[in-house]
């Protein structure tokens, strides 16, 4: 092994490896070595960073497989924490083919709601944290319909909710607006990816709707 002597102003001398001796060629070679593993490394990181960056709602749509048929729980909730009324109701999330998905289903109605409920409304799709997704939608249709098509007896109505003006032959609103999740949830002791949303009709009542998925149908 070949060393190079150097000065040290009269002390111990010092040493150093010759460049181009065989252990000067293995550390070059090790530190070769790091760096091209570095290297890779850190364009594995950079192309997964890029890839999740550039994921498409399209792309989590389908992912996810999110669009179907479900069957739901359904429950309009008075200030959203008070149940009124709740059923398993079906309901259909259809891919728009644009990012965006529809949700819908109509003549929802369980005891003692005395209209059959009615929801259309179009959400976006984006990621969330940890292996959810976030959905939003707002401008959605939002009906309650007489179930006969005759007006309500006002005595049928819920009791302490005050309904507005002609309430009894039925409401609508286009201005409805849903916000909510797509994840591995706990509902009645079971784990499962569903849907977890919450529906505010557009109208002037204290009610929201909310929704989780049960299983998929179709």
Not at 151 to 174: R, T, V
Request: with cysteine.
């Amino acid at each position: 092994m070949k060393y190079k002597e150097q000065s040290n102003n009269g002390c111990i001398p010092n040493y150093r490896l010759l460049v181009g001796t065989p252990a000067g060629t293995a550390r070059g070679k090790l530190m070769k070595y790091i760096c091209w593993i570095a290297f890779f490394s850190a364009g594995l990181l950079f192309a997964a960073c890029k890839k999740d960056k550039n994921e498409s709602a399209s792309d989590l749509i389908k992912q996810y497989k999110i669009a179907g048929t479900y069957s739901a729980q359904i429950t309009p909730s008075f200030m959203g924490t008070n149940p009124v009324a709740t059923g398993e109701h079906p309901i259909r999330f259809e891919d728009l083919g644009d990012g965006r998905i529809r949700m819908f289903f109509e003549k929802f109605r369980q005891d003692p709601m005395p209209f059959m409920m009615t929801v259309d409304i179009i959400m976006t799709v984006k990621k969330g944290p940890g292996n959810s997704l976030v959905l939003e939608g707002k401008d959605g249709i939002f009906r309650a319909d007489p179930p006969d098509g005759n007006a309500i007896d006002p005595d049928d109505f819920i009791p302490g909710i005050q309904l507005p003006d002609g309430a009894e032959n039925g409401m609508a609103s286009s201005q409805s607006s849903i916000s909510g999740t797509y994840e591995e949830t706990e509902k009645d002791g079971e784990k499962a990816l569903r849907y977890n949303l919450n529906v505010n009709p557009g109208l002037p009542l204290p009610i929201q709707v909310l929704i989780y998925t049960r299983h998929k149908i179709s």
